[in-house]
């Protein structure tokens, strides 16, 4: 049975109708060896040797795929230390002392419009993975690798719908990075051969919707781009969720977009692409919230990958009132709490949210039913709970939690204030066994 899937209205600040300010450049900059999706790495610089802004420092290696290292300075490689990472694991970072001058690194050179027009979808997809661009939702997987389908792609999805809570960095590079955005989109297209993308943006933004609309019938008309005014609901910003109200197709568990003729990537990433195509640059900055009840000045910063979290607080104020803090990396729904102040901002870090603490006692299930309720993917997340406390992992397949998107809904909803997502994701572990 499946169960009634329950939206939970998006909630909205002003950040976004403030210009993103320029975060200073921190003195010295970390740049992660390894991540989460990268065990082991190979270093290129030792201490002591100068490197430029965008020079490749490194490779990681992954399962199956490797990711280029970049520096986001340019000055001199002072030594390998440890901090966290937005995983959660304490990993090696390069500490970079800043030179302040950003020379750029002579592998960064412009395409000319034949040029682009010449490459053929091996070329570009080349370039992308040799410029790094990963996933700039949060997701980080490498775009590259994404875009190696074989399938035909009849349909570009352009996600800038952001539903989670106190997140609107991708409103704020909607009006700024137009162009980008645009021209990302674009090479999309001519990756594929495809003449339908669509943007998709929250129907609550129609300053937004209204920019880009204009931005398309000036430099774009009639080449195939519209914009696709979303329901503002959680988690519609979930590809299965755009997929189904921007083009009506519903997405079976398990399946991606490409298995449906779509592609889609978030805003920033077709941002990144354009960057990377046309003049050969991996990403060294991006747009962060930093946002939520327990900070003094909510702000949208353009923050240089590779600074320490603490630069970030101090940025926006500092911490509001006297109780204990929880950091979360990304959203409330979905990010990742981090250990302690001694963090990095990678480049897949959307935002930093402070909350302060609460307090609120956990007490026992009492089978009201609305972590079923909300869950949408139809799962039922008190019976997935129950089997993880008695270990049938006979009983935890059968309920199939590899199906659950950890949209935390499931916590959220629950009366109890148990943390029901922690137990379906000790469950996807267990059922993986």
């Not at 190696?148 to 009849?154: A, L, V, Y």
């Not at 659950?404 to 148990?418: A, F, H, K, Q, R």
Request: charged share 20%.
């Amino acid at each position: 049975m499946i169960a009634k899937t329950t939206k939970i209205g998006g909630v909205d600040n002003l950040l976004s109708k403030r210009p993103a300010l320029p975060a200073p450049i921190p003195d010295y900059v970390y740049i992660a060896v390894e991540n989460g999706r990268c065990a082991k790495a190979d270093i290129y610089v030792k201490e002591g040797d100068h490197v430029n802004l965008c020079q490749l420092i490194g490779m990681r290696h992954g399962p199956f795929f490797d990711q280029p290292i970049h520096s986001t300075v340019s000055g001199t490689m002072v030594k390998i230390e440890k901090h966290y990472h937005r995983c959660g694991k304490l990993v090696n970072f390069m500490k970079i002392e800043n030179d302040r001058l950003d020379t750029l690194d002579p592998s960064v050179k412009d395409r000319t419009p034949e040029e682009v027009a010449a490459l053929t979808k091996e070329e570009m997809i080349k370039i992308i993975e040799n410029c790094a661009c990963v996933g700039l939702g949060g997701s980080g997987f490498p775009t590259h690798v994404k875009l190696q389908t074989k399938e035909k792609i009849n349909h570009i999805l352009i996600n800038g719908i952001e539903c989670e809570p106190y997140l609107d960095t991708d409103q704020r590079f909607m009006l700024d990075k137009t162009k980008e955005i645009f021209g990302g989109t674009a090479l999309l297209m001519q990756m594929f051969d495809c003449h339908d993308a669509r943007i998709c943006v929250k129907e609550t933004h129609p300053e937004i919707i209204a920019h880009l609309n204009e931005m398309i019938d000036k430099y774009y008309p009639n080449q195939g781009i519209t914009v696709s005014p979303m329901k503002n609901f959680y988690p519609q910003g979930w590809e299965v969720a755009m997929v189904k109200t921007a083009l009506g197709i519903k997405m079976a568990p398990g399946k991606i977009p490409p298995a449906y003729g779509i592609m889609n990537v978030n805003v920033t990433t077709a941002a990144t692409i354009y960057e990377a195509i046309w003049h050969n640059k991996p990403i060294y900055e991006r747009y962060m919230s930093v946002n939520g009840d327990g900070i003094n000045a909510p702000s949208n910063f353009i923050v240089r990958v590779g600074t320490p979290v603490i630069n970030l607080i101090h940025m926006a104020g500092g911490y509001k009132g006297d109780e204990n803090k929880v950091l979360i990396f990304g959203g409330p729904m979905m990010g990742a709490a981090i250990p302690n102040e001694d963090c990095i901002a990678t480049k897949t870090v959307t935002s930093l949210i402070v909350m302060n603490e609460s307090t609120k006692p956990e007490a026992a299930c009492i089978r009201c039913g609305s972590c079923v309720l909300s869950c949408p993917q139809g799962l039922q997340p008190v019976l997935i709970m129950e089997a993880v406390k008695s270990t049938n992992r006979e009983m935890i397949k059968m309920l199939n939690p590899l199906n659950c998107m950890e949209c935390g809904l499931c916590t959220y909803s629950c009366t109890s204030g148990i943390r029901v997502t922690d137990f379906v994701r000790r469950a996807k572990l267990l059922a993986k066994l």
